[in-house]
């Protein structure tokens, strides 16, 4: 690749990951560090912000097999423009009124945009850079997006303290409107070499080949536990965890949340690095899941006034989850003109850790509640968010037992180690 197709290749990619960026921020950022605010807004409780949440995860995840097929077969231009702009409607769309059902219809339109743009990503991955550039790139993707929520989170809640958190979410919106524009005049199409030859499987056929594949199913699995801390403290509760466990204020604990997005940013390529100079993919994804849970287990176990310990462990937490490394093991074992299906159908599953891991922890909330309640909210106490993390922990246990069927691969030239 000379020097003049690597820039083109990158500015593509880059496109791509800035728009992945603000999906991330979409999501995460905004009811993480104003929960308060959305609970009051929309008169709801644990259980009801954590099912507006989901409804995010409940149309990005169904459709994640959908955008593969979609991104295998129509222009990546026009795809990344349009759900750009549905993403922005969406944004706009949850503080359109005061009805918790218009914002459950404007989570799920950001569902429905989000869902293609880590798939985009890694479609633009596997056709403008070599197989043995695949898992540095995929980690870059992820770092980046995860850096959105380190990026948006303290400025949402700093900007929030200046202006009317509805009008911030509104601005919001009119950026995404601009980054379309940006992707339309930028972004061209470009087919892998290895596609050029190729016919395109038919869909059914396709599908049918991922779906009898344990390693596709293994992958997918793998890739919901180890992304369960991102999902339930990451997208949701990771701020009014530290708050309550750790007596901090609401800048500091969404710092300290922050602390898994960076982690994750700098885990990603550190992992993928890891995974070249060990020659496995499968030895680093175990490292990190077991790690992860160890992780998550000491920042339970500390006293409430070691504030800078549970910023450490959050971080190392982050470090580990780093590790998403079935992405590009699972496109080095499939053909490039499904890569999009695949890739869809791994985080179709791994996106289940939300649908299933944010109403729970919301569960297990009300479950262990004191009934105490303060204007009008109510007030879960510091054992409630434990109990909340350990659910979390054993969910990651039983992804540490199904990676061990894990097949690994070479990350530096595709064969099998």
Same mark, same amino acid.
């Given at each position: ?46 259980? #009801? ?61 950001? !569902? ?35 850096? !959105? ?25 009119? =950026? ?61 509760? !990771? ?23 960076? !982690? ?24 990190? =899941? ?97 109990? #909340? ?29």
């Amino acid at each position: 690749m000379n020097n003049k197709n690597a820039l083109k290749s990158f500015v593509v990619w880059f496109c791509m990951a800035i728009f992945y960026f603000y999906c991330f921020i979409a999501r995460s950022s905004f009811i993480t560090v104003l929960a308060k605010d959305f609970m009051k807004f929309y008169a709801i409780d644990a259980i #009801g912000l954590s099912a507006l949440t989901s409804c995010y995860y409940w149309i990005y995840t169904g459709m994640q097999i959908p955008v593969g097929i979609i991104c295998d077969k129509f222009s990546l231009r026009k795809t990344a423009t349009l759900m750009c702009l549905v993403t922005a409607i969406g944004v706009f769309t949850i503080v359109a009124t005061h009805s918790f059902y218009i914002a459950a219809l404007g989570e799920m339109i950001i !569902g429905f945009g989000s869902a293609f743009a880590f798939i985009l990503c890694l479609k633009v991955i596997t056709a403008w850079f070599p197989e043995n550039k695949i898992a540095i790139m995929s980690a870059y993707t992820m770092s980046l997006g995860g850096f !959105g929520p380190v990026v948006g989170g303290p400025t949402v809640s700093f900007i929030t303290q200046k202006f009317m958190w509805r009008d911030v979410i509104m601005v919001f919106a009119g =950026i995404g409107v601009l980054l379309a524009i940006a992707i339309y005049t930028i972004v061209r199409d470009h087919k892998a070499k290895a596609e050029v030859n190729e016919e395109h499987a038919p869909i059914m056929e396709s599908l049918k080949m991922i779906l009898k594949s344990k390693q596709a199913w293994i992958l997918s699995l793998f890739t919901m536990a180890l992304y369960s801390p991102l999902s339930a403290l990451g997208d949701l509760w !990771g701020v009014s965890f530290v708050e309550t466990v750790f007596k901090a204020d609401r800048g500091t604990a969404t710092i300290a949340s922050n602390m898994i997005y960076i !982690g994750m940013v700098l885990g990603g390529p550190l992992m993928a690095t890891l995974a070249v100079k060990l020659n496995s993919y499968k030895k680093v994804m175990l490292l990190g =899941i077991i790690s992860e849970a160890v992780c998550l287990g000491i920042s339970i176990s500390i006293p409430e006034t070691s504030i800078y310990i549970a910023f450490a462990l959050l971080f190392a937490t982050g470090i580990c989850s780093g590790a998403m490394l079935s992405y590009p093991l699972a496109l080095t074992l499939f053909p490039k003109r499904i890569s999009a299906t695949v890739s869809g159908f791994v985080n179709m599953m791994s996106m289940v850790s939300g649908i299933i891991l944010m109403p729970a922890f919301g569960f297990v909330l009300n479950m262990f509640w004191d009934g105490t309640i303060e204007n009008g909210i109510k007030i879960y106490s510091a054992g409630d968010f434990k109990c #909340g993390v350990i659910a979390v922990i054993l969910f990651i246990c039983v992804g540490v037992v199904i990676t061990m069927f894990t097949k690994d691969r070479s990350p530096r030239a595709g064969e099998y180690s």
